[in-house]
């Protein structure tokens, strides 16, 4: 990845900040993007700070717009772009019956369209220099969960996306990988919305038993020098693929009764 260009959707904290930082210690020249700025720069300043080669933009990935001006900026500026990560993603947790529908849409602005948006832009300079999209699911792409109707939904999306996309680029010499983490300690369940579309502040899981980003970060890493075309991570992940496709209604009642466990959990 040495002098590599690779931009990172959404890496102002969590996985993508942990992203930057591996793809920053192979020697990448790493572009992260995020729609708070203080937040961003305070990224930035870290990376810095650990000599890696970072720019920051502003751009809100659900804005096809601001997108298509932040992949400009980069061409402009570096005059290529090797890989794109499309890690920005927002979560919800309501009821689907109790949920204002604009958070949905919200949700699948963010999560999908944001990447539908920033890889439309992005690859033609891809195809030239024949090299990577990195698009981060979630198990929540494979098994619909209780609660998070417009994250799965999101996430089933992106996976469909990515899969029929990796599949037209075949003899493009473009590599895309789906990875698909397990739950990770990160701040995306504090910043999930409720029912109302409010960031809620809380996390209603025990993130000290998660697997952290800068494990995620790596593992993702290590699949795409790999050239995988998908990434599942966890044990738990694992099996829930795998027991979904067989025993899917086993996996109803498995997974009705774990979220149900989850702190203020709205099952009952």
């Known amino acids: 990845m040495k002098n590599k260009v690779v931009i990172i959707t ?21 572009i992260i993007t995020g729609r708070n700025e203080a937040k961003l720069e305070e990224a930035k300043s870290e990376l810095v700070t650990a ?13 096809e717009e601001q997108t298509r001006v932040m992949i400009a900026q980069v061409v402009q500026e570096f005059g290529r772009i090797d890989l794109l990560i499309n890690n920005a993603g927002i979560s919800m947790r309501s009821m689907f019956e109790n949920v204002d529908l604009k958070v949905l849409k919200q949700v699948m602005d963010i999560n ?39 994250y799965s939904a999101s996430k089933f999306a992106m996976n469909g996306f990515l899969e029929a996309l990796r599949t037209e ?26 029912s109302e579309g409010k960031i809620t502040g809380d996390t209603m899981r025990d ?25 599942v991570l966890t044990f738990q992940g694992k099996l829930t693929v795998f027991l979904n496709k067989w025993l899917n209604g086993f996996m109803d009642r498995l997974v009705y009764n774990t979220l149900k466990k989850e702190k203020d959990s709205p099952l009952k």
């Not at 680029?169 to 409720?194: K, M, Q, Y």
Request: glycine fraction near 12%; include cysteine; hydrophobic fraction near 40%.
């Open 10 to 30: 959404g890496a102002s904290s969590g996985i993508g900040k942990a992203l930057a930082l591996e793809y920053g210690k192979h020697g990448a020249q790493v």
């Open 51 to 63: 000599n890696i080669a970072c720019q920051a933009i502003v751009c809100d990935s659900s804005s």
């Open 112 to 150: 999908f369209w944001g990447t539908v948006y920033a890889t439309h832009a992005a690859l033609p300079y891809l195809k030239e220099s024949k090299g990577g999209i990195i698009g981060i699911s979630s198990i929540a792409g494979y098994r619909g969960l209780p609660v998070r109707t417009g």
């Open 169 to 194: 680029l075949l003899e493009t010499g473009v590599h895309v990988l789906t990875a698909c983490p397990g739950f990770t300690a990160s701040n995306i369940r504090n910043a999930s919305l409720n």
């Open 207 to 231: 993130e000290e038993k998660m697997m952290s980003a800068e494990e995620v970060a790596q593992r993702i890493y290590q699949a795409f020098e790999q050239k995988k075309k998908t990434l």
